[in-house]
């Protein structure tokens, strides 16, 4: 059994969905204090934007808000392949990220994060429990597997629920 976030390119594996993956757009409340705060996804493009290499789309950040889907290119100075260290590094102040609501949402609800641009959606994903194969699955496997759905799915994903 494995646990991936974001599309699956792989059909040959059995994937069950445990949660649906959010991202939003989060700033430091240093960094808002020193820069403008942006009011909508073009704004962007005069801050310091900071990259999760492994994204899908690392520097082109999509919205959809009442306007439709708005494709922005982003700069900064700093990719980072872990979001945690990008998280640690919004805390500091270093710039405006993109981080899955998992990471993201305890920093927003304890003030270390500020949520930007909250009338715009980013891209939904998900995340998975996969298989090699659906007929040899262990009892065990299976157990663990609803246990995860249990705490982290339902109609709102526990991290979700943080910033309800």
């Not at 982003?74 to 981080?99: F, H, V, Y």
Request: charged share 20%; aromatic share 6%.
């Amino acid at each position: 059994m494995g646990i991936r976030a974001g599309h699956l390119s792989d059909s040959s594996v059995i994937a069950h969905r445990l949660a649906d993956v959010r991202s939003v757009i989060v700033a430091s409340p240093d960094y808002l204090k020193a820069h403008r705060t942006p009011q909508q996804p073009d704004d962007l493009l005069g801050h310091n934007c900071l990259h999760y290499t492994y994204s899908r789309d690392p520097k082109e950040w999509v919205f959809s808000g009442l306007e439709g889907e708005i494709a922005v290119k982003t700069r900064g100075t700093l990719r980072i392949n872990n979001s945690e260290a990008l998280c640690k590094a919004l805390m500091d102040g270093l710039g405006i990220g993109r981080l899955p609501t998992f990471v993201a949402s305890s920093h927003i609800q304890s003030g270390q994060l500020v949520r930007l641009l909250p009338e715009y959606a980013l891209p939904e994903q998900a995340l998975y429990a996969i298989f090699p194969e659906r007929s040899h699955v262990p009892a065990k496997v299976r157990a663990f597997t609803d246990h995860l759905v249990d705490r982290l799915g339902g109609d709102i994903a526990s991290w979700d629920k943080l910033q309800s």
